[in-house]
Nanobody, 123 residues
Framework: VQLQACGGGSAQAGGSLRLSCAASGRTYHMAWFRQAPGKAREFVVALTWSGGATYFLESVKGRFTISRDNAKNTVYLQMNALKPEDTAVYYC????????????????????WGQGTQVTVSS
């Protein structure tokens, strides 16, 4: 499965951006991670294709939403009320098989990765 992420860019604090990730095949879970310069890759949000269950990083709850288009095999990350600390390279990831939701924050649990897309938020 190949993942193609796009939609990054620059925004002012308080602004919005939407990322998308198109998958060439079906996965059980999809997720977004991000990595700021000099920091480890950080889990942002994950969902399950079948049931739509989601799991968010606490600091983005209420600001970020994840949605999916099953027909297009595409996942979207809508980011609102952006903060400078949201600045990072964002990566989409996919896992072929089901795991418990609490394990989805571990990047080693994913089988497929898209290329990163830069998000820059200025104050």
């Amino acid at each position: 499965v190949q993942l193609q992420a796009c939609g990054g860019g620059s925004a002012q604090a308080g602004g919005s951006l939407r990322l998308s990730c198109a998958a060439s095949g079906r996965t059980y879970h999809m997720a977004w991670f991000r990595q700021a310069p000099g920091k480890a890759r950080e889990f942002v949000v994950a969902l399950t294709w079948s049931g739509g269950a989601t799991y968010f990083l606490e600091s983005v709850k209420g600001r970020f939403t994840i949605s999916r288009d099953n027909a297009k095999n595409t996942v979207y990350l809508q980011m609102n009320a952006l903060k400078p600390e949201d600045t990072a390279v964002y990566y989409c990831a996919g896992r072929a098989n089901r795991i418990v939701m609490s394990a989805l924050r571990d990047p080693d649990m994913y089988d497929y990765w898209g290329q990163g897309t830069q998000v820059t938020v200025s104050s």
